[in-house]
């Protein structure tokens, strides 16, 4: 499996890496549905059997669950990975989500996590989601005394504006971003890459498979199948227009990737990859079989033809999507 050197930082990471959200389980608002916690375990294992060496996780996934079956699975493993986790997002006891980027909210989040990981210190702690926008200054400043304490090694955000990093970035250096980036999440492009790069800032993008839209395995049948409390179920891209646009993409790219031996996962994946911008890709698994995939895409680079064909594709699309 090849690593690329995170940003500034001295954290290798492989290319691809494990999301764990919808192992967070079924009952919350962002929910995927129910899931098994022994599948998730050995989903987790087996990617580490395969050289990916971190996992990326949030304490609002399952609402501390995840984070829970993380520490589980990595027992005896601790060596071997790099752990990402979050904060600023939190919840009530009735599971009602919202953003908090206080000082003492940050303070206690981090203790949260570190026990439910059951670990001593987290490798890169970042803020989920700029909200609060107001209060990014004071959670960042937190996060940076954590740095000094001990807890957490480096300080990463996801959801990030341009604009946001640069306000940031002078109280302290800002190891990486996370944001959404897929054939169908394109919004980085337009500048935060290049103000990525240009800063020395790595990049780890989520949802290159677009929540399992480009995999290849979707029909209408089975998004109407989807359990009721799949927060997919409301997502526009799942929904008309966009879907039926969406599936049209999906049988041009199952052509491209058929004439190299991939699957639409595979190359994806590989799309995402092909930037060098890019540090690495959040692939989220839920079962073992899913990780033999995600490590074949790590394995292959896309041909210049290859990207024309996609462009023209998604070129194709968006016209669809302006006559409908």
């Known amino acids: 499996m090849q690593t690329k050197k995170l940003g500034w930082t001295d954290l290798n990471l492989s290319i691809i890496g494990v999301g764990t959200w919808a192992i967070g389980g079924g009952g919350w608002e962002y929910s995927w549905g129910p899931q098994d916690d022994r599948e998730s375990i050995s989903t987790i294992r087996h990617a580490l ?9 949030a304490p609002v996934y399952g ?20 752990i990402a986790t979050k904060c600023g ?29 059951e670990i001593d210190v987290i490798d890169l702690y970042q803020i989920h989601w700029p909200d609060p926008d107001e209060d990014i200054e004071e959670a960042w400043s937190t996060i940076a005394d954590l740095i000094k304490e001990g807890k957490v090694r480096y300080a990463g955000v996801s959801n ?40 020395n800032i790595g990049v780890i993008a989520y949802s290159p498979m677009q929540k399992g839209l480009l995999t290849g395995k979707f029909t209408r049948e089975r998004v109407q199948n989807l359990p009721a409390d799949d927060h997919r179920r409301e997502d526009p891209h799942f929904e008309e227009p966009e879907f039926s646009a969406n599936i049209e993409l999906v049988k041009g790219l199952r052509s491209i990737a058929e004439k190299s031996g991939r699957t639409v996962a595979q190359l994806a994946i590989a799309w995402v990859l092909r930037r060098p ?18 490590v074949t895409a790590a394995e292959s680079m896309l041909s210049r033809e290859d990207i024309t064909a996609i462009d023209m594709l998604l070129s194709k699309r968006q016209k669809a999507l302006k006559l409908s």
């Not at 492009?189 to 240009?198: P, V």
Request: glycine share 8%; proline share 4%; with cysteine.
């Open 63 to 82: 609402l501390g669950h995840s984070e829970e079956v993380v520490g589980q699975a990595i027992k005896g493993l601790r060596d071997k990975l790099i």
């Open 89 to 117: 997002r939190v919840w009530d006891k009735d599971g009602s989500i919202s953003g908090c980027l206080k000082k003492e909210s940050i303070r206690s989040e981090v203790e949260g996590s570190l026990g439910r990981l």
């Open 160 to 199: 990030f504006s341009a604009e946001q990093l640069k306000r940031v970035q002078p109280i302290h250096p800002v190891a990486s971003l996370q944001p959404p980036y897929s054939m169908l999440e394109r919004g980085i492009e337009e500048e935060l890459l290049d103000y990525c790069s240009a800063n």
């Open 277 to 294: 911008e890019v540090t690495a890709a959040i692939v989220g698994a839920r079962r073992p079989f899913q990780i033999e995939e995600t």
């Open 49 to 57: 059997e395969k050289k990916i060496n971190w996992i990326d996780t």
